[in-house]
């Protein structure tokens, strides 16, 4: 939440922490700490299992690859994360728009997709959790902690996917914030215990 404006998103913090602390080293950067350079280098220099971005995306039509994330001081595109990008990570974005690409151009190569979603696997993440849409804080944060839960008892990301949207359609009947949620990566993979 680099912009301290999303309530849900400290409600999903403690939602993920809560599932993952046992099981995983975590770090942990919130709101000013979000900066530019903090992230680049993070990214940029560190091999992690997982990337878990909480806050503000934007889908740039006219340019998909100036799509960007939001940080505390500035933005990262999607040109910069193809770039930066370090080691194999599953990232999960959850943000409004993270997961749409650029859909005039069907006949568009693997390293012409645009978007931040297909930036990180151009950037060879192992898959991608995103939006599709703008979604609602409250709910994207019951989303996630209901995600994780289900992936950590070594269900495939699929499985824990479904399940998630389930749930979260379940608890919000009125919200369509579920049916945002796209993934793109091998079905079949689960987590190393």
């Not at 039509?61 to 999607?78: E, G, R």
């Not at 943000?95 to 151009?122: H, P, V, Y």
């Not at 950590?152 to 979260?168: C, D, Q």
Request: glycine share 6%.
């Amino acid at each position: 939440n680099p912009t301290w404006d999303l309530a849900g998103s400290k409600e999903e913090t403690k939602n993920i922490i809560s599932k993952l602390w046992k099981k995983a080293d975590i770090t942990l950067i919130s709101e000013k700490e979000a900066t530019s350079s903090k992230i680049f280098s993070l990214i940029g220099q560190t091999n992690w299992d997982i990337i878990h971005y909480s806050g503000h995306a934007y889908f740039d039509k006219t340019n998909p690859d100036m799509s960007w994330l939001i940080l505390s001081d500035s933005t990262v595109t999607a040109s910069e994360i193809k770039r930066v990008l370090n080691g194999n990570p599953l990232i999960f974005l959850n943000g409004c728009s993270s997961g749409r690409s650029d859909e005039k151009n069907f006949d568009q190569t693997w390293e012409d997709t645009t978007g931040i979603a297909s930036s990180f696997l151009i950037g060879w993440a192992k898959w991608v959790i995103s939006t599709l849409w703008p979604i609602s804080d409250r709910v994207w944060a019951d989303f996630a902690g209901n995600f994780y839960e289900q992936f950590l008892k070594n269900n495939s990301i699929w499985n824990a996917l479904l399940t998630a949207k389930k749930e979260v359609y379940i608890a919000y009947p009125n919200d369509i914030t579920w049916a945002s949620f796209i993934y793109y990566g091998d079905i079949n993979l689960k987590i190393n215990s």
